[in-house]
């Protein structure tokens, strides 16, 4: 047995179980799933559009995953001991300690050579809009060495809209793996809140790609802007500066 934070053994069970009925009930339509690593660390990063998001993920992955979950839900009896044993490590959104323990778990996580998930908006978009990143996968990817694989997901708030207590069945959503963001093009790049923010917008850029979405430059949520903000530039593959159109 081990205390160690993340996916274990439950998570494994239920997806080899769930994953047939999921993909019945739902047609998930995935790409991308091929660049993912077959092993090793690596961190994902969806946008977040319905609380079905995170089902969508899990059971077409070919290997577990733990993600980030707000701290409400261990208020509640129904997901206090559920969701941590399927690899959720609350986090508390105000930030502070809460927010920097969640971080050392994630990182245990990905020393152990596992699959980490985060939403840099930090919660549900309610409009259908992608909003600026949060830096704490930037953080994760740049201390550990691991790549970031920006995810988008289309089509999930048909199927669970923003406060649906009920998935609508036979809806179809689609679920995309973009190309890796390494964390070497950033390390040594002027202060470090400069790089974790730079690397940060390159995934909301490639995830704007991927999903469609009108950006818009302000977190989304109640929390106050807390993060340095600089301008919202992202240099993709071929080196060039990208902008992220500012609302």
Known sequence: MTDRP?????????????????????????????????????????NHISFFDSAALTFTLPRTISFVGKA??????????????MGMIPIDRAGGAGSAGALDAARQVLEHGELFGIYPEGTRSRDGRLGKGRTGA?????????????????????????GASVPKLRRTCQVTIGRPIRPERYANR?????????????VMFEIRELTGQEYVHRYHGEAAETEPTVEARVTGASEQPRQLVSA
């Not at 409400?72 to 044993?85: G, I, N, V």
């Open 72 to 85: 409400e839900y261990m208020d509640s009896w129904k997901t206090k001991y559920l969701f941590p044993a």
């Open 6 to 46: 993340g996916a274990g053994t439950l998570q494994r069970s239920v997806r080899r179980v769930g994953a047939p009925i999921v993909t019945r009930l739902w047609d998930i339509e995935t790409s991308g799933y091929e660049r993912l690593p077959h092993d090793g660390p690596a961190i994902l990063c969806p």
């Open 190 to 202: 002027g202060p470090e809140h400069l790089q974790w923010r730079s690397m940060t917008d390159e």
């Open 138 to 162: 930037a953080r994760l990817a740049i201390a550990v060495g691991c790549p970031i694989y920006p995810v988008g997901i289309v089509g999930t708030d048909a199927i669970q809209p923003p």
